[in-house]
């Protein structure tokens, strides 16, 4: 993983850092070969009997990228993303993407795991990934998305763009000044 600017502490939480949706793009082939190699694994190791792929590509999935509680929401005035995330990531171990219809969120962490039995332990380092993408019900403004990590509480907040191109935000704004 790159090296990150350092992160920002704010009210609720610790800034995330918005990356350009093109920084993500290698990021997001890299975990979907991982996942593709793992399911020909499991492919091989069940004598190459065909059928069983899609079943394959899950259970490989599952041994990539580990799952995350979420919650996406939408409101008059934003789409909003909240993500229970597993083993403590810190705000520079994750990675946010925003575009006007999707969003992505990324994150690698290597954990210590103490593997083998009573007598023979050792301890191995594992990576733990996060990746998921979103389709977006409504059109966003990725430039005014904020993304905060509260504890293991990841809130991303995504204004939307009402007619005219404008996000909400801008609206609201421009409406009071009358």
Not at 36 to 49: Q, T
Not at 65 to 91: G, I, Q
Not at 145 to 157: D, P, Q, R, S
Request: aromatic share 2%; charged share 30%.
């Amino acid at each position: 993983m790159k090296d990150l600017p350092a992160t920002k502490r704010t009210e609720k939480g610790i800034a995330v850092k918005i990356l350009p949706p093109q920084d993500l793009a290698n990021r997001i082939s890299e975990v979907h070969a991982m996942i593709a190699r793992r399911a020909y694994e499991l492919f091989a190791n069940r004598g190459c009997e065909h059928g069983q792929d899609v079943n394959d590509w899950l259970e490989a999935e599952s041994d990539i990228v580990h799952v995350c509680r979420h919650d996406l929401r939408e409101s008059a005035e934003a789409v909003v993303l909240r993500a229970e995330l597993p083993n403590s990531f810190k705000a520079d171990q994750l990675l946010v993407s925003v575009e006007p219809r999707r969003l992505v969120v990324s994150g690698e962490r290597e954990l210590d795991t103490i593997c083998g039995g009573h007598y023979t332990a050792h301890i191995e380092k594992r990576t733990r990934r996060i990746l998921r993408m979103h389709d977006l019900p409504s059109t966003v403004d990725p430039s005014k998305t904020t993304a905060t990590l509260n504890g293991e509480t990841l809130e991303i907040v995504m204004p939307k763009v009402v007619a005219g191109g404008k996000s909400t935000e801008k609206v609201e704004a421009a409406s009071a000044g009358r």
